[in-house]
């Protein structure tokens, strides 16, 4: 079974950086694309990002081009969600998502596993 738990959200100023984790502690992500959603207070959920299960291809949302990038390490089980630049408006809950599928999709309903979320607030 696949499990995605995310780490490394925190409170930065705005231009900062941070570096999210998604773990899958089950099975490994094998053939699976993973993407990576956020929700505002009041907002819907919003893609952000997403990758192939090759790594070969990214999927970006408008929003975060040129400042964010996602990648995967096999060997950990791991995907990453690297934000630079961030900005206030970037202030969210990040959610890891996967789905049994080799190829990236921007729709939150063709994920078939989520995470808990981890919490990223931006300061002006």
């Known amino acids: 079974q696949v499990q995605l738990v995310e780490s490394g959200g925190r409170l930065v100023q705005a231009g900062g950086s941070l570096r999210l984790s998604c773990v899958n502690s089950?099975?490994?992500?094998?053939?699976?694309?993973v993407c990576w959603f956020r929700q505002a207070p009041g907002k819907e959920r919003e893609f952000v990002i997403a990758i192939a299960w090759s790594g070969a291809s990214t999927t970006y949302a408008d929003s975060v081009k040129g400042r964010f990038t996602i990648s995967r390490d096999s060997a950990r089980n791991t995907v990453y969600l690297q934000m630079n630049s961030l900005k206030p408006e970037d202030t969210a809950v990040y959610y890891c998502a996967a789905r049994r599928r080799p190829t990236p999709s921007a729709f939150g309903d063709d994920y078939d596993y989520w995470g808990q979320g981890t919490q990223v607030t931006v300061s002006s």
């Open positions: 089950g099975r490994t992500f094998g053939s699976y694309a």
